[in-house]
C-alpha cells in the first residue's frame, strides 16, 4: 500500500490483504484491516513506528477515534506496542514483552533464559504431513531445524522445525549460530517474516529412545509434546514447531483472556 491518502467511506469494505469483499464490517475493523495490509506489505517493519492517529486518521479520511479503536484492537493483539510519549511501534520479538508470548515453559521457581544448542539445520523436500501443515505441495523446498534448549546444563525441550524454503532462503547453521536472541526475532529482521499468532496441540508422551538419549531421560519418561502451527499476516502458515518438553523441574504456562 503506499504512502497516498486514501479515504474510505462506511460503505467501502476491504479484506486484510486489501481487496474488495462483498461483505460488511464496522468502519474501525476496515481501517484495522488497511494498516495490517500495510503491515504484510513491509511498510512499516518490525519494531519501527507507525504513523500517528491523526496522521493515519487524514490518511484514510476517518475521524481519530475510529483510528483509535482499530490501533486499540491490534495492541490487544500483540500486533502493536504503545509506548508512552514516543507514539506506537510495529510489535517486534525482539522485545521481551512479546518474545515471550510464544515461549511458555517455565521454572518452578525464579525464572531463567534457557541455553540453546543447535543440532542440525537442513534444507529438504517436504514430506506430504509437514507440506499440508505449511500449505505447500508434497516436494517443495523446506527447511528442518533441530534444537536443544538446557535449563543449568540440563536439556529440557528438544525442537523440530519446520519453514518454507521459498520464505528462508540463506538460513543455516551458522546464521543461528551467531543470533543471539530468539529465533523469531531473526525471522522478522532478516527474513522479513513476522509471528503473529500461533495454534498448539498439547498431549502427554513417553519418550521414545531418541527423545530419552537427547534429554538425558530414562526411556518411557513422561513427556510434554507440544505441537504448534504458527502464522504471519494474512493467516499464512509459515512455521510448524514439534516439541517435546521435560516437566520435572518446569511448567507450561498459559494465560487466557
Same mark, same amino acid.
Given at each position: 500500500?503506499?504512502?497516498?491518502?486514501?479515504?474510505?467511506?462506511?460503505?467501502?469494505?476491504?479484506?486484510?490483504?486489501?481487496?474488495?469483499? =462483498?461483505?460488511?464490517? =464496522?468502519?474501525?475493523?476496515?481501517?484495522?484491516?488497511?494498516?495490517?495490509?500495510?503491515?504484510?506489505?513491509?511498510?512499516?517493519?518490525?519494531?519501527?513506528?507507525?504513523?500517528?492517529?491523526?496522521?493515519?486518521?487524514?490518511?484514510?479520511?476517518?475521524?481519530?477515534?475510529?483510528?483509535?479503536?482499530?490501533?486499540?484492537?491490534?495492541?490487544?493483539?500483540?500486533?502493536?506496542?504503545?509506548?508512552?510519549?514516543?507514539?506506537?511501534?510495529?510489535?517486534?520479538?525482539?522485545?521481551?514483552?512479546?518474545?515471550?508470548?510464544?515461549?511458555?515453559?517455565?521454572?518452578?521457581?525464579?525464572?531463567?533464559?534457557?541455553?540453546?544448542?543447535?543440532?542440525?539445520?537442513?534444507?529438504?523436500?517436504?514430506?506430504?504431513?509437514?507440506?499440508?501443515?505449511?500449505?505447500?505441495?508434497?516436494?517443495?523446498?523446506?527447511?528442518?531445524?533441530?534444537?536443544?534448549?538446557?535449563?543449568?546444563?540440563?536439556?529440557?525441550?528438544?525442537?523440530?522445525?519446520?519453514?518454507?524454503?521459498?520464505?528462508?532462503?540463506?538460513?543455516?547453521?551458522?546464521?543461528?549460530?551467531?543470533?543471539?536472541?530468539?529465533?523469531?526475532?531473526?525471522?522478522?529482521?532478516?527474513?522479513?517474516?513476522?509471528?503473529?499468532?500461533?495454534?498448539?496441540?498439547?498431549?502427554?508422551?513417553?519418550?521414545?529412545?531418541?527423545?530419552?538419549?537427547?534429554?538425558?531421560?530414562?526411556?518411557?519418561?513422561?513427556?510434554?509434546?507440544?505441537?504448534?502451527?504458527?502464522?504471519?499476516?494474512?493467516?499464512?502458515?509459515?512455521?510448524?514447531?514439534?516439541?517435546?518438553?521435560?516437566?520435572?523441574?518446569?511448567?507450561?504456562?498459559?494465560?487466557?483472556?
Amino acid at each position: 500500500m503506499s504512502g497516498s491518502s486514501r479515504s474510505i467511506s462506511a460503505e467501502d469494505t476491504v479484506r486484510a490483504d486489501g481487496a474488495a469483499s =462483498p461483505s460488511f464490517s =464496522p468502519l474501525y475493523a476496515q481501517i484495522k484491516a488497511l494498516i495490517i495490509a500495510s503491515l504484510q506489505s513491509g511498510e512499516w517493519k518490525a519494531g519501527e513506528a507507525i504513523p500517528s492517529e491523526l496522521d493515519l486518521a487524514k490518511r484514510f479520511g476517518v475521524s481519530q477515534g475510529t483510528v483509535r479503536k482499530a490501533v486499540d484492537e491490534m495492541a490487544a493483539e500483540n500486533l502493536l506496542v504503545r509506548r508512552q510519549g514516543r507514539g506506537t511501534f510495529v510489535a517486534t520479538h525482539a522485545e521481551q514483552k512479546v518474545q515471550y508470548r510464544f515461549l511458555r515453559l517455565m521454572p518452578d521457581e525464579g525464572s531463567e533464559s534457557l541455553e540453546r544448542q543447535l543440532l542440525d539445520c537442513r534444507r529438504q523436500r517436504a514430506p506430504a504431513a509437514i507440506a499440508r501443515a505449511l500449505q505447500l505441495r508434497t516436494g517443495d523446498p523446506m527447511i528442518e531445524v533441530r534444537r536443544i534448549l538446557s535449563s543449568k546444563g540440563v536439556p529440557v525441550v528438544l525442537d523440530d522445525i519446520w519453514l518454507p524454503g521459498d520464505l528462508f532462503k540463506g538460513l543455516s547453521t551458522e546464521r543461528l549460530n551467531l543470533h543471539r536472541g530468539p529465533f523469531y526475532g531473526l525471522f522478522e529482521t532478516e527474513f522479513g517474516v513476522h509471528m503473529i499468532r500461533a495454534e498448539e496441540k498439547i498431549r502427554a508422551v513417553a519418550a521414545d529412545a531418541e527423545a530419552a538419549c537427547l534429554l538425558q531421560v530414562p526411556l518411557g519418561a513422561p513427556l510434554l509434546s507440544v505441537e504448534r502451527l504458527s502464522f504471519t499476516y494474512g493467516d499464512k502458515a509459515v512455521e510448524l514447531r514439534r516439541g517435546l518438553y521435560c516437566t520435572a523441574t518446569h511448567f507450561y504456562r498459559n494465560e487466557l483472556n
